[in-house]
């Protein structure tokens, strides 16, 4: 399973305070849909257990965006929450559902393609909280509102992308943190293989609103280009000051 991926992911470029409180051991049963429909459960391993996670809600979906009926699968999508290790000082948060096969079969599966949507999330913070968890549940579910064309005109999230958030990342006013960039760092992994087939991984970091107007005439490299020396890419730091 991905969550192995994360687990050991080493960060020598990736200076961070040393954090090392740990997740209170939730495991969550996978649940995927097989082409007759019928839930299947993938228990997480006892490596796993310590990996807490999040799924997305009915909830989420009306009040965020006022959404009342959704897909069936977007329930069983949701965010897994890693915490440091030694190689890894940061919390890491990853999605989980947009890489399932939900409507086929093992014997169907073709390596070479993408599994499901063929991507996954990526959010690294500096320090552990609901706020992150929340974050990235909401830009998961407003991607799955783009895949399925609620927003006119819009497209599906890609490496590059610039998303406003228009409000403080962390929920206290005196956050600059109020947009997100999309990105494939180096230092993340990139992707990975299931049987189902190919996934990318791509990354959000917090910027703050002059660091989006930056971006926006210079471009997201250019950006990152600046942020990286400093220790603000990829992971986020709600507490950061801007650099523009």
Request: with cysteine; glycine share 10%; aromatic share 12%.
């Amino acid at each position: 399973m991905f969550q192995d991926y994360f687990r050991s992911i080493s960060s020598d470029k990736l200076r961070q305070p040393g954090l090392t409180r740990q997740v209170r051991g939730r495991p969550w049963t996978w649940r995927k849909f097989g082409g007759s429909g019928k839930r299947k459960s993938i228990q997480p391993s006892s490596a796993e257990s310590n990996a807490a996670s999040f799924t997305l809600s009915s909830e989420l979906f009306a009040q965020r965006f006022g959404v009342k009926e959704i897909d069936p699968t977007w329930p069983f999508y949701g965010v897994f929450e890693f915490a440091p290790t030694p190689q890894r000082p940061f919390w890491l948060y990853v999605t989980s559902g947009h890489s399932n096969s939900w409507h086929e079969e093992s014997d169907g599966y073709d390596p070479a393609s993408q599994s499901g949507a063929g991507i996954e999330f990526i959010f690294a913070s500096a320090e552990r909280g609901d706020w992150a968890t929340q974050c990235l549940q909401n830009l998961l579910a407003f991607d799955l509102l783009l895949d399925v064309g609620h927003f006119p005109g819009g497209q599906p999230l890609t490496e590059g992308d610039r998303i406003p958030i228009r409000s403080p990342i962390n929920g206290k006013e005196n956050c600059l943190i109020r947009n997100v960039i999309l990105s494939r760092p180096a230092s993340l992994p990139t992707g990975f293989q299931l049987p189902s087939g190919q996934v990318d991984l791509l990354t959000f970091t917090g910027i703050t609103d002059s660091e989006l107007a930056f971006a926006k005439e210079n471009g997201t490299e250019a950006l990152i280009d600046r942020l990286q020396p400093l220790g603000f890419f990829p992971v986020t730091d709600p507490h950061r000051r801007s650099i523009t």
